[in-house]
T-cell receptor, first 114, second 104 residues
C-alpha cells in the first residue's frame, strides 16, 4: 500500500512569489491535514480537509490556503512568500479524520524563501 | 505557558536503558498522539490514545486524563531509537519535542 506522497520535496522561491505544494494521501483516506515545521516554532497545524471541505484551521494568515479534490489529493498554496515561510511543510492523511484518527505523514516539502 | 509541555527537551541514554518522556497539557482532549521524527524530517505516528495504556514492542504509552499527563516509555533502548519524540493533542497542538540520543 503506497504511503503519503508529497511533491515537490525541495523548492526554492524568492520573496513575493507564490508556491503550491501537493499531497496524495493513502488510498481510501479522506482526511488530509497540513503542518508547518520550523526550528523556532516547531510543528504547527495549518488546516485539515475532509471530503473536499475544510474542517479545521490553525492560526495562520490568509496567505496560506488549501483545497482538496474529489480523489482526496490536497494542495496547499502560500501567496506573497515571506522569508519566515521557509519551513518543512508536512501533510498527513487519516482514515477516520482529525484529530482522533491515526495519522500517516508524508516526507514533507522543504521550502526555502530567499 | 505552552498548552502542551514536554520534558525533558534533550535526553541522552546508554543502549539498554529504560527511557521516559513526559507530556503535560492544559486543555481538555479527545486524543493524544505520540510521534517520532528521525533526522531528515519524516514523522511516524507511534500511538494515539485517549485513556489507559498502549504497547507496541518496546514502546509503551500511558495517559492520565485527570492529571492531564502522558508518558512515553522505551524499554531496552537502542541507538535506532534516536529521534525527536513529539506529543500532540486534539486539534494538533504540539509539544516542542524531546530529542533522544541513545549511545551504543
Amino acid at each position: 500500500k503506497a504511503g503519503v506522497t508529497q511533491t515537490p520535496r525541495y523548492l526554492i522561491k524568492t520573496r513575493g512569489q507564490q508556491v503550491t505544494l501537493s499531497c496524495s494521501p493513502i488510498s481510501g483516506h479522506r482526511s488530509v491535514s497540513w503542518y508547518q515545521q520550523t526550528p523556532g516554532q516547531g510543528l504547527q497545524f495549518l488546516f485539515e480537509y475532509f471530503s473536499e471541505t475544510q474542517r479545521n484551521k490553525g492560526n495562520f494568515p490568509g496567505r496560506f490556503s488549501g483545497r482538496q479534490f474529489s480523489n482526496s489529493r490536497s494542495e496547499m498554496n502560500v501567496s506573497t512568500l515571506e522569508l519566515g515561510d521557509s519551513a518543512l511543510y508536512l501533510c498527513a492523511s487519516s482514515l477516520g479524520g482529525h484529530p482522533t484518527g491515526e495519522l500517516f505523514f508524508g516526507e514533507g516539502s522543504r521550502l526555502t524563501v530567499l | 505557558k505552552n498548552e502542551v509541555e514536554q520534558s525533558p527537551q534533550n535526553l541522552t541514554a546508554q543502549e539498554g536503558e529504560f527511557i521516559t518522556i513526559n507530556c503535560s497539557y492544559s486543555v481538555g482532549i479527545s486524543a493524544l498522539h505520540w510521534l517520532q521524527q528521525h533526522p531528515g524530517g519524516g514523522i511516524v505516528s507511534l500511538f494515539m490514545l485517549s485513556s489507559g495504556k498502549k504497547k507496541h514492542g518496546r514502546l509503551i504509552a500511558t495517559i492520565n486524563i485527570q492529571e492531564k499527563h502522558s508518558s512515553l516509555h522505551i524499554t531496552a533502548s537502542h541507538p535506532r531509537d534516536s529521534a525527536v519524540y513529539i506529543c500532540a493533542v486534539n486539534d494538533m497542538r504540539f509539544g516542542a519535542g524531546t530529542r533522544l540520543t541513545v549511545k551504543p
